[in-house]
C-alpha cells in the first residue's frame, strides 16, 4: 500500500476537519490499555507538546505515532493504525519515512521500551532500532549515517 508521510500540527488540525476525523478514528481503534484517554483528548493533549506523523493514502490518514521533539531528537510515541487497514504494512512504512525524515534532519528517533508490546519491539528490531545499554528506550541515531531505516 503506496503510503505517504504527513505532519499533523495545531494548525493543520484546526484547518482540516478531515484531519480531525481520521486521527479521532485512528486513536479510537487503539486499544483500550494502549490510550486511556478518549482519542480526542489524547489527540490534544498531545498537540500541545508535539506533533503527529500520519501516513496517508488516498486523502485519508491510516495510520499515525505522536512525537516529541526533545534535545536529542523525535520521541515516538503510540503508533496507531485504523483496524481496517491492520496487517498491510502501514505501521512500518510509516516508521521507515518518519526515519528517512530523521535521518535528512540528522535527528535521533527514541521510543520507550517499557511501553512497547513485544509485537512492537519486534517491527522497531526489524526496521533498525535497537535498545540502549540501560534497556530503557529503542533508538535508531542517523544523526551519523544519514540511512534511512529502509
Request: charged fraction near 25%.
Amino acid at each position: 500500500m503506496p503510503v505517504t508521510l504527513y505532519r499533523v500540527d495545531q494548525d493543520r488540525w484546526d484547518a482540516d476537519e478531515q484531519v480531525r476525523i481520521d486521527l479521532t478514528r485512528i486513536y479510537g481503534d487503539a486499544p483500550d490499555e494502549r490510550i486511556k484517554a478518549p482519542p480526542g483528548t489524547y489527540i490534544l493533549t498531545h498537540l500541545s507538546q508535539g506533533f503527529f506523523w500520519a501516513a496517508r493514502f488516498n486523502d485519508r490518514l491510516l495510520g499515525a505515532v505522536a512525537v516529541s521533539p526533545d534535545e536529542q531528537g523525535w520521541r515516538l510515541f503510540d503508533l496507531c493504525v485504523r483496524k481496517t487497514t491492520r496487517r498491510r504494512g502501514v505501521g512500518s512504512r510509516l516508521l521507515a519515512l518518519v526515519s528517512a525524515e530523521a535521518g535528512q534532519l540528522g535527528l535521533e528517533l527514541r521510543v520507550r521500551a517499557s511501553q512497547l508490546e513485544l509485537a512492537d519491539q519486534v517491527l522497531l528490531q526489524r526496521l533498525g532500532y535497537c535498545l540502549t545499554r540501560d534497556g530503557d528506550y529503542f533508538q535508531l541515531d542517523l544523526s551519523t549515517t544519514g540511512d534511512s531505516g529502509q
